[in-house]
């Protein structure tokens, strides 16, 4: 029976050092992957980062070029507001300006007719015109003196009264 039990015994033994050298070996192999996970994930962390890299850049890139377009469509638009503007208070001015000379113009007619008119009225109120003038019917018409004598064919002319 000692035979036996010493059989058993190496098998044993025997069995504990193949089962230490395999648990040597899983460490090992876990100690192995537990490096290829770091590694993993520090490649797929540096493949992320680039990608990012990359697409913020292109968001980036197309970001500036839209401000850009904007800025440029906002510059050109309150540039164009200023020239309308200007030319409108041009326009504005030439046409006050316009205005003024053509009332100064008509003044100045009107002014030499009320004095031409004036000095008509003076020679015949020199005269010892002072004639009654009214409207008959519409039409400019003015107070005779029948009781002078009338003048022409069938004494078509008559002496305003007043005279």
Known sequence: ??????GLMTHAEGLQATLANEL????????ALARERMALKETVRT???AEMKACTADVSGS????CDAVKSATASLGFKWCLIAGA?????????????EWQRH???TLSADIAN????????ESKGGRMNT??????FCVEIDISKPGWGDNAKYRIPWGY
Do not use: N, Q
């Not at 040597?24 to 100690?31: G, M």
């Open 63 to 66: 970001l500036a070029t839209a």
């Open 24 to 31: 040597v070996a899983l460490k090992s192999e876990r100690e």
């Open 47 to 49: 493949s992320v980062v």
């Open 106 to 108: 008509t003044i100045g």
């Open 134 to 139: 009214t409207t008959c019917g519409g039409v």
């Open 117 to 124: 008119m004036k000095a008509t009225v003076a020679i015949l």
């Open 1 to 6: 029976m000692d035979d036996k039990l010493f």
């Open 88 to 100: 409108g208070l041009l326009s504005f001015i030439v046409a006050s300006y316009a205005f003024i």
